[in-house]
């Protein structure tokens, strides 16, 4: 059964950190690249980050980029997103998703995990 889960989320002061993580299952996941999403209510879904199968490749979002880390390790089927300096407009349901090609088109999504910015 292929499967992402995501993990991690949780409620955080603005300029804090969080690290999401996004176990697979079921597929070869080394040959996958990952993207994180984001859909915050009443907003469209927007792509965050991705990493090719082996690292060598990531992008960012514009409204991430120097604050946000995606990162994998194979050995674990796990991809991580660590996110710092985060901001009230930052908060979303944070998803996963697997795809043969990289930062393109996703075979496989996870069912998220919400972030809140919040003092």
């Known amino acids: 059964q292929t499967q992402l889960v995501e993990s991690g989320g949780g409620l955080v002061q603005p300029g804090g950190s969080l690290r999401l993580s996004c176990a697979a299952s079921?597929?070869?996941?080394?040959?996958?690249?990952i993207g994180w999403f984001r859909q915050a209510p009443g907003k469209e879904r927007e792509g965050v980050a991705c990493?090719?199968?082996?690292?060598?490749?990531?992008n960012y979002a514009n409204s991430v980029e120097g604050r946000f880390t995606v990162s994998r390790d194979n050995a674990k089927n796990t991809v991580y997103l660590q996110m710092d300096s985060l901001k009230p407009e930052d908060t979303a349901n944070y998803y996963c998703?697997?795809?043969?090609?990289?930062?393109?088109?996703?075979?496989?999504w996870g069912q998220g995990t919400q972030v809140t910015v919040s003092s």
């Open positions: 990493i090719s199968s082996n690292s060598a490749k990531t």
């Open positions: 079921g597929f070869a996941f080394d040959h996958y690249a």
């Open positions: 998703a697997a795809g043969l090609y990289y930062c393109s088109v996703y075979d496989y």
